[in-house]
């Protein structure tokens, strides 16, 4: 079964840092790109940052030099380091699979989330 | 970056036909996909690419797209269709490396 499972969300504080992991199975997160994407309370998704199969990786402008995004490939996880959190970072993660095809992209698979609240 | 515009909110009675719509730049260069949200769980592909269904939904999800303007049409609508409704796209305004998405349409089957 294609599978994505979050891990590692919770409390932190301001300033402070998080990694988030997500376990892939049924494929291989290396063959594809794979995304964040989160989403505040209440309110809509956001696209957070991308890793290429050939491992090139792009950010949102609101968490470019605070975010990193990796792989590892023998484990097929997707991670993501958050540093420099902010309250406004405060949303559910989740990681999904990206697809492209003629003029389309998708993401088709994702996972149930992870929530990540930042606060003192 | 571009945007991509929804309308907040839409509603349908039961059994009807109803048309979300979204609106971006980007739409000018690349096909809208479309996600359902239900409360507390994860968004689901539902529509991609010119029209196609990911294995699983009902063939009453279809899309279409016209200049700028993506839609997701939901024919004979069915109360599990209640949901919110977003789409997405590569972002056309940069390197087209990054994606955006809709604000989200809240539907409400009555």
């Known amino acids: 079964e294609v599978q994505l499972v979050e891990s590692g969300g919770g409390l932190v504080q301001p300033g402070g840092s998080l990694r988030l992991s997500c376990a892939a199975s049924g494929f291989t997160v290396s063959s594809n790109y794979m995304s964040w994407v989160r989403q505040a309370p209440g309110k809509g998704l956001e696209w957070v940052s991308v890793i290429y199969s050939g491992g090139s990786t792009y950010y949102a402008d609101s968490v470019k030099g605070r975010f990193t995004i990796s792989r590892h490939n023998s484990k097929n996880t997707l991670y993501l380091q958050m540093n420099s959190l902010r309250a406004e970072d405060t949303a559910v993660y989740y990681c999904a699979r990206g697809e492209d095809g003629y003029n389309y992209s998708a993401f088709d698979i994702w996972g149930q989330g992870t929530m990540v609240t930042v606060s003192s | 970056s571009s945007e991509l515009t929804q309308d907040p909110a839409v509603s349908v009675a039961l059994g009807q036909t109803v048309r979300i719509t979204c609106q971006g730049d980007s739409l000018r260069s690349y096909y809208a996909s479309w996600y359902q949200q239900k409360p507390g769980q994860a968004p689901v592909l539902v529509i991609y690419?010119?029209?196609n269904r990911p294995s699983g939904i009902p063939d009453r999800f279809s899309g279409s797209s016209s200049g700028n303007t993506a839609s997701l049409t939901i024919t004979g609508a069915q109360a599990e269709d209640e949901a919110d409704y977003y789409c997405n796209s590569r972002d056309s305004s940069g390197n087209h490396l990054n994606w955006v998405f809709g604000g989200g349409t809240k539907l409400t089957v009555l």
């Open positions: 690419g010119k029209n």
